[in-house]
């Protein structure tokens, strides 16, 4: 079963608009982070948000926002008044904590969706 | 603002010969990885890495790749007689912590072409 699941492929979204990216995810873990990333074309990896299965607010950073609803499982990124420089592919990752004695676990990510902001 | 950095960025490689894909990790951080993202397809972990040695790694690390750190700054992935199905590009990323809400940060990425 997949982990994380992002059912939108593509999106095509005026400037100026917000759009909602979806995810949702598959864990049994009660310790578990949710983050997204952004790839754009030239291909290197930027860290957006990142929501705790813990935290009690939904995260902010500028124009970003992630809608978590944990008892649905899900964890979509909100980007407000969109611009053209948000064109790029965009992941849903979870790094989960069962790991209780130390080390690290990797990131489980999504498919992806492409994200086409038109002027 | 520190960065991880990958070299290099694009690597061709005939089928069988052997490649080491080199990254230096942001200074401070403790935890490394390897991750690899097949042209149009997700990215995939391959294996974390902390303390000098393995804390974890995926199906898709077999005997064919590994890992290591020869000195205080730079990690490497070693991949044994390369196949055609090894191109992708290879992110290398690091953390400082390794609890579920430390973000790894990711370098630019190495693009492996097998022919």
């Known amino acids: 079963a997949q982990k994380i699941t992002q059912t939108q492929p593509g999106m095509f979204v005026q400037e100026k608009e917000a759009v909602t990216l979806d995810c949702t995810y598959d864990t049994s873990d009660p310790s578990y982070g949710l983050f997204w990333y952004k790839q754009p074309s030239s291909g290197e990896m930027i860290f957006l948000i990142y929501q705790g299965s813990y935290d009690q607010q939904n995260a902010t950073e500028g124009r970003y926002s992630l809608n978590f609803q944990k008892a649905r499982k899900s964890a979509n990124l909100v980007i407000s008044a969109s611009q053209l420089g948000d064109s790029a592919m965009y992941f849903c990752?979870?790094?989960?904590?069962?790991?209780?004695?130390?080390?690290?676990?990797?990131?489980?990510f999504g498919k992806g969706t492409h994200l086409i902001i038109q002027p | 603002e520190p960065e991880v950095t990958q070299t290099p960025s694009h690597q061709v490689t005939q089928m069988g010969q052997e490649v080491i894909l080199r990254c230096v990790p942001i200074s401070n951080h403790l935890y490394f990885y390897w991750y690899r993202q097949i042209l149009g397809q997700k990215v995939e972990f391959l294996v974390s890495?902390?303390?000098?040695?393995?804390?974890?790694k995926s199906e898709i690390f077999d005997d064919q790749f590994s890992v290591e750190r020869p000195d205080g700054s730079n990690f490497t992935l070693k991949i044994r007689s390369t196949k055609l199905e090894d191109s992708a590009m290879y992110f290398c990323?690091?953390?400082?912590?390794?609890?579920?809400?430390?973000?790894?940060?990711f370098g630019q990425g190495t693009r492996l072409t097998v022919v």
């Open positions: 890495f902390y303390n000098n040695e393995i804390s974890e």
């Open positions: 990323a690091s953390s400082q912590a390794g609890t579920v809400k430390t973000e790894a940060f």
């Open positions: 990752a979870m790094r989960e904590g069962h790991r209780a004695g130390g080390g690290a676990d990797g990131l489980t």
